[in-house]
């Protein structure tokens, strides 16, 4: 039998209802007659630091978000199994028609610690195991030597799984003709959580300065 919210949902909903909801009643009565129009796909972790909508800032119906462990794009796959990820991509870019996707990885993520610890209890689990599996390859192709510590070993394949989930958008023939196309465009990003600092994937570098202070 399902239980009723906890009083701390419960108090934040009325907390929405009093406040942002109220103050932007207008837009939602908006949304709900004509439907959402967002430009922009998030691909992010389902982490609870690193909620896209707040750290851009975004106001209901700009953001189409798909939140996944480790912030994953799998390879394009049709078949008959379920697959909730592409999916997704599929709705957002033939139903709703997005023009850019964004893939953003962040920092301490909890997916590719892991992936990249064979020790890791997840890794013989149901369902992450599989699911992080190219992440493992990933980690094992990756030289020893690219990093000096567990904590930059980290940090790299964390920004390399952001790299390899946009070569996987690729391999979508409709995200590929639309990015030839100039219709659709990718763009990698990785959200330091301690530091509040989103980081961009130019070409196949990062840059060294988050967005706020580039330029």
């Known amino acids: 039998m399902s239980q009723p919210l906890s009083e701390r949902l419960s108090a934040g909903y009325r907390r929405f209802r009093a406040g942002r909801y109220n103050d932007e009643r207008v837009r939602y009565d908006e949304l709900a007659r004509e439907g959402q129009k967002p430009r922009t796909m998030i691909v992010a972790c389902s982490d609870s630091r690193s ?35 592409s999916a997704a991509l599929e709705f957002a870019v033939h139903g709703l028609g997005v023009t850019s996707i964004v893939v953003m990885g962040h920092g301490r993520c909890g997916g590719v610690a892991a992936a990249i610890d064979s020790a890791s ?7 992450i195991g599989a699911w992080v599996a190219d992440l493992v390859t990933l980690d094992q192709r990756t030289p020893a030597a690219a990093a000096s510590s567990p904590e930059e070993r980290q ?26 196309a100039g219709s659709l465009t990718l763009h990698g990003a990785w959200f330091d959580i301690s530091l509040g600092e989103l980081h961009a994937l130019a070409g196949n570098e990062w840059l060294p300065q988050p967005y706020d202070q580039a330029g």
């Open 51 to 85: 909620a896209p909508e707040t750290i851009f800032d975004a106001g209901p119906g700009e953001l189409f978000v798909l939140r996944n462990v480790a912030a994953l794009v799998p390879l394009y796959a049709p078949d008959a199994k379920s697959h909730g990820a």
């Open 121 to 127: 209890p997840l890794t013989d689990s149901d369902f």
């Open 155 to 180: 940090r790299l394949i964390e920004h390399l799984s952001v790299q390899q989930s946009l070569e996987h958008l690729r391999t979508f023939p409709w995200i590929a003709e639309r990015e030839r």
